[in-house]
């Protein structure tokens, strides 16, 4: 699909995954020049019309479903046995976000795919792992960002605040993929194929850690206080006249500069400024300093002082202006990649690493079921027998 020069050119990915972790892992490969094949119920998949934005795709698929085609097959339909079989035989990677014992149900369970090809890769993503009390309970991203500890602390006392963002959804899709490159690495010395796992808990565990080994080694006992930092000061969102802006001021270098920009040079030398740590626990009363400077400034002013001292600093955008900033745009991180039946522009994210190499695609999404009849026959079924599947409702 996305020509010779894909990085992973030949490579075969079955993506039978919904929502992010798993098909956003399958939305990397397929960048990276993967045959990315979706298998979708008929009518259309879940993930399909969770936040629609048409009738027939949602804001999430415009982006995990970059670069792939689509099937629709009932998994579950006797008539479907065969194409799952001959799918498979033909594949190198199968991506499946199911516990243990739905992946068993549906076939796709490690030692029922080796029975049909050898050398298969099986890339899966759990939500709390695929051993222990918990491994057979699905979850969502959120499950990840408060087993973690990262919800507790990212509110306030008696609070706690999950992340707009899904971190741990596209925190696991990416260490899907990473693992499932490094098991086509392995493969090709090796011949054998793998069972490669991720999770959600696993993911946010890993993302959060530092702040679990502060805990456990120096018992700190650290309460959450919103934006504001705490191992280093000033780090927070602060007001100005127009918007808001972040600062993040790490290190003595950074701090002195930054003292320097404000005029409080006292700070300099002063013992209770003298490092991170100290600095942290002297957060509140030097925010509160750094607010009023910022309060009397507008964004751009605060920007534009900040960043002639070499502080790192940048303003609050909303979802209309994030993506329209200068930025954004000159690096042409957001596509148009379109969609048959979405009028207006869809700023799609294109693949988040640039290589010197390499100039990955950006396909649209496919509309459901736009790829069955090609790929059924490249796996051998003649024109006569996809009519009668589709007849029996298999497709």
Not at 331 to 351: I, S
Not at 362 to 376: M, N, S, Y
Request: hydrophobic share 40%.
């Amino acid at each position: 699909m996305n020509g010779p020069a894909g990085i992973l050119d030949g490579v075969r990915v079955l993506d039978f995954s919904r929502y992010i972790a798993g098909p956003y892992c399958a939305a990397l490969l397929a960048y990276l020049g993967a045959d990315v094949i979706r298998i979708e119920k008929p009518g259309g998949s879940e993930d399909r019309f969770v936040g629609p934005v048409s009738p027939t795709t949602s804001a999430v698929f415009l982006q995990t479903g970059v670069n792939k085609r689509s099937i629709t097959l009932d998994v579950k339909h006797a008539q479907s046995q065969e194409v799952l079989r001959r799918l498979i035989a033909t594949a190198d990677v199968v991506i499946a976000n199911m516990p243990p014992p739905a992946l068993q149900r549906a076939g796709l369970d490690y030692e029922s795919l080796c029975a049909i090809k050898p050398d298969i890769i099986l890339t899966t993503q759990t939500g709390f792992g695929h051993q222990g009390p918990w491994s057979t309970r699905g979850g969502f991203d959120g499950v990840g960002q408060v087993m973690s500890g990262s919800a507790f602390m990212s509110g306030t006392p008696g609070k706690p605040a999950r992340s707009a963002t899904p971190f741990a959804d596209f925190g696991t899709a990416s260490l899907g993929a990473l693992g499932t490159v490094a098991a086509l690495y392995q493969r090709r010395d090796t011949g054998k194929g793998q069972h490669v796992q991720a999770s959600l808990l696993g993911t946010a565990l890993t993302f959060f850690n530092p702040a679990l080994i502060e805990q456990a080694v120096l018992n700190v006992n650290r309460v959450p206080c919103g934006n504001r930092g705490q191992t280093s000061a000033p780090t927070d969102i602060f007001e100005t006249q127009d918007g808001h802006v972040l600062t993040h001021v790490v290190s003595n270098g950074l701090f002195k500069r930054f003292a320097t920009q404000l005029g409080k040079t006292q700070w300099l030398g002063d013992p209770g400024y003298a490092d991170d740590t100290v600095r942290g626990e002297r957060r509140n009363e030097i925010c509160e300093q750094v607010a009023a400077w910022c309060a009397e400034r507008t964004t751009e002013q605060v920007l534009d002082e900040l960043a002639a001292a070499g502080v790192p600093a940048a303003p609050v955008l909303d979802l209309d202006q994030a993506p329209a900033h200068p930025q954004t745009v000159a690096m042409g991180f957001l596509g148009d990649p379109g969609y048959p039946d979405v009028a207006a522009e869809t700023p799609v994210a294109r693949f988040p690493l640039d290589m010197s190499g390499y100039e990955p695609p950006q396909q649209r999404a496919p509309t459901i079921g736009e790829h069955t009849d090609a790929v059924l026959k490249e796996i051998g079924f003649t024109e006569a027998e996809i009519t009668d599947l589709r007849a029996g409702k298999a497709l």
